[in-house]
């Protein structure tokens, strides 16, 4: 399973074509924050849900299986107990990176993912982790450019009158 730093930046560099399954087309759900964040910054984003006909202006597709191109990462926004059909369609498609959002823990499935070949991100979110790696994170949303451990140096203090 990926959780370090050099793996992470490894698939957010190399992924670049994203299945997101459980997007949802309504603007203030997760999935689909996240979907637009990743897309505005270059990643071609597939929707798949089989309640929508498109989101965020790409056709959505009812399952992975019906999506009729290659697709790098599987970005899960489902239950931990509806990932073992994702990990199947997963597999069966030729998919590079299974990576299960926060909050979607299921240890056997992403065992069974990394058995066959993919590799596994789980409990984490696509686009935080976009943000903290490539430079994306600041006050309210606003990009610094900068991720730092170091505190600024505090201002000047004022000069008594006295």
């Known amino acids: 399973m990926i959780d370090d730093i050099a793996g992470l930046r490894t698939v957010l560099s190399e992924d670049t ?3 997101v399954v459980g997007l949802s087309a309504h603007w203030y759900r997760p999935s689909y924050f996240a979907a637009k964040y990743m897309q505005e910054r270059g990643y071609r984003i597939v929707p798949v849900n089989p309640s929508y ?3 965020l202006g790409e056709r959505c597709y009812p399952s992975l299986r019906d999506i009729p191109h290659p697709v790098d990462m599987v970005d899960v926004f489902r239950r931990p107990g509806d990932v073992g059909p994702v990990v199947d369609d997963a597999i069966a498609i030729g998919a590079r990176t299974l990576w299960l959002q926060l909050g979607v823990i299921n240890e056997a499935e992403a065992a069974r ?3 066959a070949g993919l590799r596994v991100v789980m409990d984490r ?3 935080i982790e976009f943000g903290r790696l490539f430079g994306g994170l600041g006050w309210f949303g ?3 450019g900068v991720i730092s451990a170091k505190r600024p140096p505090l201002p000047p203090r004022p000069r008594s009158r006295g």
Do not use: F, R, S, Y
Request: charged share 20%.
């Open 53 to 55: 006909g498109e989101v």
């Open 125 to 127: 979110c696509v686009k």
């Open 113 to 115: 993912a990394e058995a």
């Open 17 to 19: 074509v994203i299945a």
């Open 142 to 144: 606003v990009n610094t």
